[in-house]
Nanobody, 120 residues
Framework: QVQLVESGGGLVQAGGSLRLSCAVS????????LAWYRQAPGKQRETVAT??????TYLDSVKGRFTISRDSGKNAGYLQMNNLKPEDTAVYYC???????????????WGQGTQVAVTS
């Protein structure tokens, strides 16, 4: 059983910062790529940032403000969010492609989400 648990969301004023964490636990032998997504009420889910062994990608609207990272030793991923804006308000989800005995080529697992609310 593999679990992803996000934490670090909350309420912050515009211009503030939050650091989201994604803890991966369970039985697995590798994490390939990891990504953060968000979904605001009434809007489609969008990819905020991704990290793999070879690349980093960011949504245009967060470039220069958000930084994605991962700690392979701790099986964790992070999203540092600076200069937050009201339009960043959404539920943020962590997802990772994880290899285990049942899915040796990898399967995408999702966390339950953490709410980020930015007030003006």
């Amino acid at each position: 059983q593999v679990q992803l648990v996000e934490s670090g969301g909350g309420l912050v004023q515009a211009g503030g910062s939050l650091r989201l964490s994604c803890a991966v636990s369970g039985n697995f032998f590798g994490i390939d790529d990891l990504a953060w997504y968000r979904q605001a009420p009434g809007k489609q889910r969008e990819t905020v940032a991704t990290v793999s062994t070879t690349s980093l990608t960011y949504l245009d609207s967060v470039k220069g403000r958000f930084t994605i990272s991962r700690d392979s030793g701790k099986n964790a991923g992070y999203l540092q969010m600076n200069n937050l804006k009201p339009e960043d308000t959404a539920v943020y989800y962590c997802a990772a492609t994880i290899r285990n005995t049942a899915w040796p080529r990898g399967r995408v697992y999702w966390g339950q989400g953490t709410q980020v609310a930015v007030t003006s």
